[in-house]
């Protein structure tokens, strides 16, 4: 009986460079199990991570790409899932086929796994039998002859003027904490930032005599943003005495401080998102982006450049931020439709 105790250690510090904890030998990517195809392998026996490659494989990834924490622990999910399917049936990533890999799917297609999320694992796995073919671990892809599942591309949640307004008032701006979030969501809704790069904003990114902030996003790639004038207002209050308030003796980078002195995390600014929406009134189901899609409708709605949006969001190619424009039209119909009188 085979029998292996794992140890997880999740990638959660995208300001530690180079990932150091896996690469030092002490992490679980560095500490495979090699299985053998006559062993007796039970759900329980085995490891979340079965196979080294997999850590050598984000490690490369990382360093060729830049990507974030949340995508290389993406890509860890993916491929642990993977491996842990695969070695209840005594088969190693790198003895992967393509019938390994149909299989795969089609139990996780059973099990109520969306086309979405399909898509998604198999982007993961293209990547790494692709890293591996490189590496001459492996002669073939089996993901070479798999078509992606087709799936329709939704369109993203989006708040009204009048509904971001509201949310903007929502704070009490009395009290330090509730000043912070004021000014943290003036800020997203005048930069259109992702979460992730709110929250890790630092002192020095912001320039608010010139009105801008620099961020640095997916894939290394760097932009700066203007604020506007409510934003710097907001920004400029906020430094000037509730920020010292939240830190008292402490001090740190962070332009948006937790009570303890920290850097707030994503899902702790996303729980008082939800909290505002529903002081507000705000009844549409929201998700993480929903003030970021905001900003980019609401600038289409007023005649942006669909370039300059792209820009301002950090998209690397603008068939990304070309789903806005369907968000645009869809409000100028309803416009229309409302107001017209034949509409």
């Known amino acids: 009986m085979l029998t292996v105790r794992a140890v997880v250690s999740p990638i959660t510090s995208p300001d530690h460079p180079g990932f150091a904890y896996w690469r030092s030998g ?10 053998s195809r006559n062993a007796t392998v039970t759900k329980e026996s085995v490891p979340e991570i079965v196979d080294p490659v997999i850590g050598r494989f984000l490690d490369a990834v990382w360093m060729e790409r830049g990507l974030s924490a949340n995508t290389l622990a993406a890509y860890r999910a ?11 049936r005594n088969i190693t990533l790198s003895r992967t086929s393509r019938a390994d890999l ?17 898509a998604r694992q198999l982007s993961s796995f293209r990547r790494f039998f692709r890293y591996l073919m490189r590496e001459g671990a492996v002669r073939e892809d089996p993901t070479a002859q798999i078509a992606m599942p087709r799936i329709g591309r939704s369109l993203p949640k989006s708040l009204t003027e009048a509904e971001v307004e509201s949310l903007l008032m ?12 004021r000014t943290m969501l003036e800020v997203l809704y005048a930069t259109g930032l992702r979460v992730s790069e709110l929250v890790s904003l630092r002192v020095d990114q912001v320039n608010t005599t010139q009105g801008v902030l620099r961020v640095l996003g997916k894939g290394n790639r760097e932009r700066l943003i203007p604020l506007g004038e409510e934003a710097v207002r907001w920004l400029g209050a906020f430094v000037g005495s509730p920020r010292a308030e939240i830190l008292l003796d402490r001090s740190t980078d962070y332009l948006f401080p937790t009570r303890r002195g920290d850097r707030m995390t994503r899902q702790a600014f996303w729980h008082i998102i939800k909290r505002y929406a529903k002081k507000a009134g705000v009844k549409k189901k929201l998700s993480p982006h929903t003030v970021r899609h905001a900003f980019a409708t609401h600038l289409l709605n007023n005649g942006a450049d669909l370039r300059v949006v792209q820009l301002l969001l950090g998209h690397s190619d603008v068939s990304t931020t ?3 424009t369907h968000v645009a039209r869809e409000r100028m119909k309803d416009l229309h439709g409302r107001h017209h009188p034949r509409g």
Do not use: E, N
């Open 102 to 118: 149909l299989a795969f799917i089609a139990a996780r297609a059973a099990g109520g796994s969306r086309p979405r999320s399909t």
């Open 170 to 181: 929502a704070p009490t701006v009395g009290d330090p904490l509730g000043h912070r979030d």
């Open 78 to 88: 993916d491929l642990v899932a993977l491996s842990r399917w695969l070695a209840l």
């Open 322 to 324: 070309q789903i806005y």
């Open 26 to 35: 002490q992490s679980p990517f560095a500490q495979g199990t090699a299985l």
